[in-house]
């Protein structure tokens, strides 16, 4: 598919394509500020797929869930004619880049590098996400040199009834980094797959080797060659073949490379940085405890320009922004991101069917979500055509953006204050 550029979705123009995924694409994109971004579009030819579609939307979800300074942030997903997450653009390429071009990395700094996957990945995993695709392929790094998670494209929520999105038999992610486990069923994996591929990772890492069977070590002594003695003991529990055998949680194997990373010789002057610039400082692992997951608003509104300006405000605020264009969108959006949604902002008059037949389907599907209406038309107007509102809070346009924030945080019961 690639898209015939500049692109506009939501407040995001698309003016580059960055990569071409197997089932989506990546572009870099500019806000009006001139902020940039990564957007990736599901492929048209694939979105049809409602099992492609299910993974693409559930990566946006896992992300939407998730707030560190290790993971990818999503910012903003939509639904106009193409679905899209709009994500933090990490401009330093992947750590696989990083090893293609200087070969293995210094110890101390793989170990530095692997606790700040550490610190993202057990972030994801409180909120009960195993991603099930870690390696240096999908770990990216921003301009400061920090590594972020990204590629949630086959996580699995662990939540009971989850339906798992890879039935078994159909084995998705890369066989190198994949416990033992994981190869034969994927769909009954837990965090300790994810120990497992961060194992694989560092091993990578350390030696610019992709070995296939690395939980065969104690078979195959040569596959830890080039390992430092103080780290093989850590590695060998890692990518244990029993998942009972294996280091437990990614907690416990970050606690096992900060007691080994005083005995690893400091990263030698001249290593390449990561990232575009130097590394500002050793990596302190960025804190265990997940952030709480700011909140998420779904605006339904046919004009584009006013799409906009609403996704810049609340996005400029810290909300994350699920966009959508009609009715239909809107409902499959709210579908996908159920129990993800803090409130509802939608256009009274959209193309098809109006807002308020839109409102009443989305307030079914999703009891108890707070409500803001968006309306050109005067309230004697919408009496004349048969539209009562009650009681609901009405954001009257055109409006200005302190009007759309402080309308948004009154509706979801937030102090609308003069806090900027
Ligand atoms: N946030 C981002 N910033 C910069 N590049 C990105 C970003 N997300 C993805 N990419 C680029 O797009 C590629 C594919 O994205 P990824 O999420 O790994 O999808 P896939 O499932 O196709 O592997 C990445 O390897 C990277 O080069
Ligand atoms: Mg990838």
Redesign the pocket.
């Known amino acids: 598919m690639t898209l015939q550029l500049p692109v506009t979705l939501g407040a995001y123009t698309l003016e580059a394509l960055?990569?071409?995924?197997?089932?989506?694409?990546?572009y870099?994109a500019r806000d009006e500020a001139g902020k940039t971004?990564?957007v990736?579009v599901l492929d048209s030819a694939f979105a049809r797929r409602r099992a492609v579609r299910a993974r693409f939307e559930a990566?946006s979800r896992a992300l939407l869930a998730l707030q560190h300074p290790n993971v990818?942030r999503v910012v903003a997903v939509g639904q106009e004619g193409a679905a899209y997450m709009v994500?933090?653009?990490?401009?330093g390429?992947?750590l696989?880049?990083w090893v293609a071009r200087n070969g293995p990395m210094p110890p101390r700094l793989a170990v530095d590098v692997l606790l700040e996957i550490c610190a993202g990945v057990q972030a994801a995993h409180e909120q009960g996400i195993v991603h099930r695709?870690l390696k240096p392929?999908?770990v990216?790094i921003?301009a400061n040199g920090r590594c972020?998670v990204?590629?949630?494209?086959?996580a699995k929520f662990l939540a009971p009834d989850e339906a798992s999105l890879t039935r078994t038999g159909t084995v998705l992610g890369t066989f190198a980094y994949m416990s033992p486990e994981q190869r034969r069923d994927p769909a009954h994996v837990d965090v300790r797959s994810d120990v497992y591929a961060l194992g694989a990772t560092l091993h990578a890492l350390l030696t610019d080797r992709t070995e296939t069977d690395l939980f065969t070590w104690d078979r195959d002594p040569r596959l830890l060659a080039g390992v430092p003695e103080p780290l093989v003991p850590a590695l060998q529990h890692a990518l244990a073949f029993a998942v009972a055998d294996r280091v437990p949680s990614v907690a416990a194997l970050a606690e096992r490379l900060v007691a080994v990373r005083p005995s690893l010789s400091p990263v030698p002057a001249g290593t390449a940085p990561l990232g575009g610039r130097r590394r500002v400082h050793a990596a302190e692992p960025t804190g265990m405890g997940a952030i709480a997951r700011p909140r998420t608003v779904l605006v339904t509104e046919d004009d584009p320009t006013m799409r906009k300006i609403v996704a810049l405000v609340l996005g400029d605020a810290g909300y994350q922004v699920l966009l959508a264009e009609d009715g239909p969108s809107a409902l499959k959006l709210a579908d996908a991101y159920a129990g993800f949604i803090d409130l509802l902002i939608i256009d009274l008059v959209l193309p098809g069917e109006p807002g308020t037949y839109v409102a009443t389907a989305l307030g079914r599907a999703r009891p108890g979500v707070p409500l803001l209406f968006m309306t050109g038309h005067s309230a004697e107007r919408l009496v004349q055509r048969g539209i009562d509102l009650g009681d609901r809070p009405v954001l009257k346009k055109p409006f200005s953006p302190e009007q759309v924030l402080q309308a948004a945080r009154r509706a979801m019961g937030e102090a609308s204050g003069s806090e900027s």
């Open positions: 960055l990569a071409k995924g197997g089932m989506a694409e990546v870099r971004y990564a990736k990566e990818i994500m933090e653009l990490a401009e390429g992947s696989a880049d695709d392929e999908n990216l921003d972020k990204a590629d949630f494209g086959i």
